[in-house]
């Protein structure tokens, strides 16, 4: 089957490497454009555009979906199907081109966590499960008939960045997987359950700062969920704080305001009280600092008991 790829982030390119490695042929790779970044604000290729010129794909990076030029290219490639992976919403007048229709996978067990953040959503909501599903791509987001779904347990202390790989690593054989069974005829789509829907949007910055009011275990969930990816974080003497671990401190339970550093020890962490129980940071990154675990910063940053992390 030949297959025209859609994606642009590293989740994405780990599947496109899976494809190209069956027996499945891409047609074509799109993505998004190049975007400035860094200092120099140099444009910077997407990870799915690096892999596909070095593995010799043609790449189409339209500014626009519904452009005439892009859609009549489209065409002229004439793929069996597109295979769709952390990407824009496709319109219909594109998604509805080829003969097979257009498959995407998404990083939850569909119908829960519908839209851009499932990955942080299920995280931050503190699941103990998740996993990849195929789906048909139809004009309401998220929505189409399921095709082939893999479960996938959360570790306790599993962050975004530790779980991500992971699902995208399993993605990848389930896209395979999907493709294989669709060209044998052998699957039979299923309609999702409304009634089990839960939403996972996009996350802002208003989702990654740090609400000290908030219970221990929301906010190490909230880290869990960010870290990695938009990053949570607090202010500390009008420094941006990032942190990237944090676990429970129950010993310290009825101890301090919210946000109030309960102690700051290089071996127990940099304890802060909560609305409801009291948390160990243990891995941060100050503004103007490298990453670090906690022991590495208290020894270049003075934090002592008393010191207020605040919302700005």
């Given at each position: 089957m030949r297959f025209l790829f859609f994606g642009t982030p590293g989740f994405a390119r780990v599947v496109l490497e899976r494809l190209l490695a069956s027996r499945h042929q891409a047609a074509a790779v799109v993505t998004a454009p190049d975007k400035p970044s860094g200092r120099g604000r140099r444009l910077k290729m997407s990870e799915v555009k690096e892999y596909a010129l070095a593995n010799g794909l043609e790449v189409l990076q339209p500014?626009?979906?519904?452009?005439?030029?892009?859609?009549?290219?489209?065409?002229?490639?004439?793929?069996?199907?597109?295979?769709?992976?952390?990407?824009?919403?496709?319109?219909?007048?594109?998604?509805?081109?080829?003969?097979?229709?257009?498959?995407?996978?998404?990083?939850?067990?569909?119908?829960?966590?519908?839209?851009?953040?499932?990955?942080?959503?299920?995280?931050?909501?503190?699941?103990?499960?998740?996993?990849?599903?195929?789906?048909?791509?139809?004009?309401?987001?998220d929505t189409g008939d399921l095709l082939l779904a893999r479960e996938v347990p959360i570790g306790e202390n599993e962050t975004y960045e530790e779980l991500c790989p992971r699902l995208a690593d399993i993605g990848a054989d389930l896209l395979a997987e999907t493709l294989d069974c669709l060209e044998a005829g052998t699957l039979?789509?299923?309609?999702?359950?409304?009634?089990?829907?839960?939403?996972?949007?996009?996350?802002?910055?208003?989702?990654?700062?740090?609400?000290?009011?908030?219970?221990?275990?929301?906010?190490?969930?909230?880290?869990?969920?960010?870290?990695?990816s938009a990053d949570a974080y607090t202010w500390l003497g009008g420094r941006r704080l990032k942190v990237?671990?944090?676990?429970?401190?129950?010993?310290?339970?009825?101890?301090?305001?919210?946000?109030?550093?309960?102690?700051?020890?290089?071996?127990?962490?940099?304890?802060?009280?909560?609305?409801?129980?009291?948390?160990?940071?243990?891995?941060?990154?100050?503004?103007?600092?490298?990453?670090?675990?906690?022991?590495?910063?208290?020894?270049?940053?003075?934090v002592t008991a008393g010191t207020k992390l605040t919302a700005s």
């Open positions: 500014k626009k979906l519904k452009d005439a030029g892009f859609l009549e290219g489209v065409k002229e490639i004439d793929a069996d199907l597109f295979a769709v992976v952390a990407f824009r919403i496709l319109p219909e007048k594109l998604y509805s081109l080829p003969r097979w229709g257009a498959i995407n996978l998404h990083a939850s067990l569909l119908p829960r966590f519908r839209g851009a953040a499932p990955i942080e959503r299920a995280l931050m909501a503190g699941a103990t499960t998740t996993g990849v599903t195929t789906f048909q791509i139809t004009k309401k987001v039979v789509a299923q309609p999702q359950n409304p009634a089990d829907a839960s939403p996972a949007p996009k996350i802002t910055t208003a989702d990654s700062l740090i609400d000290w009011e908030r219970s221990a275990e929301t906010i190490i969930n909230q880290v869990r969920g960010l870290a990695g990237y671990r944090a676990v429970r401190r129950p010993q310290d339970n009825g101890v301090g305001a919210p946000g109030e550093v309960v102690r700051a020890e290089r071996r127990e962490g940099l304890i802060v009280a909560t609305g409801n129980g009291a948390v160990s940071l243990r891995e941060v990154r100050l503004e103007g600092k490298k990453r670090m675990m906690i022991d590495a910063f208290l020894n270049g940053v003075k």
